[in-house]
């Protein structure tokens, strides 16, 4: 069996990937990303005691040491056992790591093996995977090692806010220069055509999760988006105009979370004698003003469009302003549809705040060379966009193997888009919707506004 390198010094860095165009992902590619992946998590889980792998239980996040084997166990599972028909690594690995079948809440009381078998158990999987991925062609084999891959990738973000909540240490995923707080403010509104639109992901996209299946032509008429996502001074004028305890600007939900939670600043912000700080894992910082705004939630979202005057756009309204191109006589939208707001070069450092190597978020006018075709900045990394969308299927949708992935929130959603600073350059595109309950302000979330009709 070939030999899969686990330590961070014999990973390359993601960024080795950023040359690959979507439709061009091989076996050998495949390979790279699972290092690379599993290379993230133990960055992501270095100098955590085992008390710190398990953490409290709590119903936003997982006990790091279940979750980083359910990573694993996805591989497993789904390419390893159901489509190749091998034997499982662990007899009980049903009973420790099917997320499907084990409630959130009995995840701390389950009898799991400690960090060192775990990991053994986790490197089992990913040198068998990397093995399955050197025999030969096999278009089903790839396709879902790229979505256990991706499901990993997201799993990472998620144990990257994890410990933001539980107020661990900063990882130690830092690269020089990919925090810019220097670069100032960005303000005004594109103005976006009306026309005709392909909302949702195209077959020659390449791989796509099932709830952006699949294109569909909607209008839409003509509106106003911001061409940069809300600052940390935008959202400051908000508190001291006494956002939080007004509450003509909350609606009826927002006021009952509002009212439980007594927050009157965002989740992470407070006004010190050194002025406004901003929590970042365990330390306090001085606020970045120019910053985007990040750990808020759809209810603070709301509030502040209501006190500005503005609304949140639509996810189509969002899509559009990234994807779309003006027609020739830029009265309406053409044909052309881009993978990424800049084009179709995937990410670089010069387009897009991504793949964690920033800790936090940079200033709004930063990354000039991937505004969309409006010249609207950042709609791909920095923050997720909170949109006014409830997540929903599109027409047509039929769940893929991962039936859990999309289909338990459709409703109880709201759609976010755009991927943040620790989301992986590899998976984020024009078209990935992510969502979360309108009451999540432990996630990398912030959101741009649009004008009132």
């Known amino acids: 069996m070939a030999n899969f390198q686990a330590s961070t010094g014999d990973i390359k860095t993601s960024e080795c990937d950023n040359s690959i165009i979507m439709n061009t992902i091989t076996p050998q590619i495949l390979v790279f990303q699972i290092q690379d992946a599993h290379a993230r998590t133990l960055a992501l889980i270095k100098g955590l005691s085992d008390q710190q792998l398990m953490g409290p239980r709590l119903p936003i996040v997982n006990p790091l040491l279940w979750e980083i084997a359910h990573a694993a166990y996805f591989y497993e599972f789904f390419l390893l ?109 594109a103005q976006i055509p009306g026309g005709q639109f392909q909302l949702g992901a195209r077959e020659q996209d390449g791989f796509v999760f099932d709830n952006e299946k699949w294109a569909h032509e909607v209008a839409v008429k003509p509106f106003s988006i911001s061409r940069a996502a809300v600052s940390n001074a935008d959202f400051l004028k908000f508190i001291e105009a006494d956002g939080y305890k007004n509450p003509a600007y909350w609606e009826n939900e927002g006021l009952e979370w509002l009212q439980q939670s007594s927050q009157t600043c965002p989740l992470y912000w407070r006004n010190s004698d050194f002025g406004w700080q901003l929590k970042e894992f365990d330390e306090w910082k001085s606020l970045p003003l120019n910053a985007a705004l990040i750990h808020v939630n759809w209810f603070e979202a709301q509030a502040y469009c209501k006190w500005a005057r503005r609304r949140l756009p639509t996810e189509l309204e969002w899509e559009v302003a990234a994807a779309a191109e003006p027609s020739a006589d830029g009265q309406s939208l053409s044909s052309e549809k881009r993978y990424y707001p800049w084009g179709n070069q995937p990410p670089t450092q010069e387009y897009a705040n991504l793949d964690g190597y920033a800790l936090g978020t940079n200033d709004v006018a930063a990354h000039a060379s991937g505004d969309s075709a409006f010249g609207c900045r950042q709609m791909i990394g920095n923050v997720w966009e909170w949109t006014a969308t409830d997540f929903a299927p599109y027409p047509g949708f039929v769940p893929d193997m991962y039936e859990d992935y999309s289909q338990p929130l459709f409703g109880n959603t709201k759609v976010l888009r755009g991927g943040a600073w620790t989301t992986r350059g590899r998976m984020i595109r024009n078209t990935w919707r992510s969502y979360y309950g309108p009451e999540r302000n432990d996630v990398f979330a912030g959101f741009r506004t649009c004008a009132l009709e």
């Open 81 to 189: 056992r159901s489509h190749l028909k091998e034997k499982p690594v662990r007899n009980d690995e049903d009973e420790l790591y099917n997320s499907m079948t084990i409630a959130h809440n009995d995840r701390w009381d389950l009898p799991l093996p400690p960090i060192a078998e775990t990991l053994q158990y986790i490197q089992s999987i990913l040198e068998s995977t990397q093995f399955s991925l050197s025999n030969g062609s096999d278009e089903q084999r790839d396709y879902l090692a790229q979505y256990a891959i991706y499901h990993h990738d997201m799993h990472n973000e998620a144990f990257t806010y994890t410990r933001q909540t539980l107020d661990y240490p900063a990882p130690e995923i830092s690269k020089p220069n990919h925090r810019i707080l220097d670069a100032g403010r960005l303000t005004g509104d």
